[in-house]
């Protein structure tokens, strides 16, 4: 099971995500670097934990704003491997952000259309190019459902993957920056029993290094975090045994 570190972005800095309360969001506090600037709190990543992989979530995009493609590049050019969600809603939207080069691309379900354009976006992009996020609040999908055959999390989970997805990330934003844990556990668990070819992802909310442990045993591909990193509640020795213990099991 891999970490993703998180950057949460608005107006050019890294803020700190409380249960998705966007307006609320202020520049991090961090005990790795001083800065908020996405590049010093990206390098503070690989210089205390190792960490070359980023989930950026473009929250002015969104929003509706154009997408950081400055920002994005500048971290690709530093050699991160980006995944990111800059709220595409329309294929065009996820071109763009292809033509830029982004490893992967988030297809959430807050923002994107419905179901045909995931299925439109898989089928261009290939499935090693894009994520679908199942953006939960307090457990309820957050979006337009209008198109989706049911509005249960399952369900809409199992009509992305008939599309064609392969990674599924299970995001309740109130849990975000909560470290009271991700909230989604019952869901993984399904996902993986009833999915096993499919990568399930989780985030929002991780507490410590047991929340990981826990995380590990549902069989889950990778867990995003960022309050946890960033108030040293994840230490990188820790991080280091979940490695270990990862390469020992596939070796």
């Known amino acids: 099971m891999r970490i993703i570190p998180v950057l949460d972005l608005k107006a050019g800095r890294v803020v700190r995500g409380m249960g998705g309360r966007r307006s609320?969001?202020?520049?991090?506090?961090?005990?790795?670097?001083?800065?908020?600037l996405p590049l010093d709190v990206a390098q503070a990543f690989r210089d205390h934990f190792g960490f070359?992989?980023?989930?950026?979530?473009?929250?002015?995009?969104?929003?509706?704003?154009?997408?950081?493609?400055?920002?994005?590049?500048?971290?690709?050019?530093q050699g991160f491997r980006l995944w990111v969600d800059a709220g595409v809603?329309?294929?065009?939207?996820?071109?763009?952000?292809?033509?830029?080069?982004?490893?992967?691309i988030i297809l959430g379900l807050e923002t994107i259309t419905g179901p045909s354009v995931l299925g439109s976006i898989c089928e261009a992009l290939g499935p090693e190019g894009i994520v679908f996020s199942l953006d939960l609040k307090a457990g309820q999908p957050v979006g337009d459902l209008r198109e989706?055959?049911?509005?249960?999390?399952?369900?809409?989970?199992a009509q992305a993957i008939e599309m064609g997805v392969e990674t599924v990330i299970l995001l309740?934003?109130?849990k975000v920056g909560s470290g009271s844990g991700t909230g989604t556990e019952d869901l993984c668990k399904k996902l993986t029993a009833r999915h096993p070819h499919v990568e399930i992802v989780a985030g929002g909310g991780v507490k410590d290094f047991s929340d990981l442990l826990y995380l590990c045993a549902l069989g889950l591909g990778a867990v995003l975090v960022a309050s946890a990193l960033h108030d040293g509640r994840l230490r990188p020795e820790e991080l280091a045994r979940l490695r270990n213990a990862d390469e020992r099991e596939n070796s």
């Open 89 to 104: 809603r329309e294929s065009q939207d996820a071109a763009i952000l292809a033509g830029a080069g982004i490893e992967k």
């Open 172 to 174: 309740d934003l109130a």
């Open 24 to 36: 609320e969001y202020a520049p991090i506090s961090s005990t790795l670097v001083a800065s908020s």
């Open 52 to 77: 070359d992989e980023l989930y950026v979530a473009d929250l002015d995009a969104i929003g509706g704003a154009p997408p950081a493609l400055a920002t994005f590049a500048a971290l690709s050019n």
């Open 148 to 157: 989706w055959d049911s509005p249960a999390p399952l369900d809409i989970a």
